[in-house]
């Protein structure tokens, strides 16, 4: 069975860190190109977090995790990370992820292949 799992969410005061995981099951994640973090808050459309494409190399990032955000892949453990620094309540959401083996995208435009299920991140005091 084909499919991502998140972790790594969870309750944080502002200010603090996290780092998400997305473990890839039944695929070799080296073969997708494309990796990219999504959130969704409460009542809120799905937003952009960050992507990144192995065939251009320049990640994105939404404006209001710029500085803050950082995104990553280990091919060798089959694995993306966003690591998440200096929280704030603002980005309180069920983060996703998510990859697509087409190359050469522009930010975190779509399609996209595969979807996590979500791991909720709180940022709270």
């Known amino acids: 069975q084909l499919q991502l799992v998140e972790s790594g969410g969870g309750l944080v005061q502002p200010g603090g860190s996290l780092r998400l995981s997305c473990a890839a099951s039944g695929f070799s994640l080296h073969d997708y190109d494309a990796i990219g973090w999504f959130r969704q808050a409460p009542g809120k459309e799905r937003e952009e977090v960050s992507c990144?494409?192995?065939?251009?190399?320049?990640?994105y990032f939404a404006d209001s995790v710029k500085g803050r955000f950082t995104i990553s892949r280990d091919n060798a453990k089959n694995t993306m990370y966003l690591q998440m620094n200096s929280l704030k309540p603002e980005d309180t959401a069920v983060y996703y992820c998510?990859?697509?083996?087409?190359?050469?995208?522009?930010?975190?435009?779509?399609?996209?292949?595969?979807w996590g299920q979500g791991t909720q991140v709180t940022v709270s005091s």
């Open positions: 998510a990859v697509d083996p087409r190359p050469f995208r522009r930010g975190c435009d779509g399609p996209w292949d595969y």
């Open positions: 990144i494409s192995t065939s251009d190399g320049r990640p």
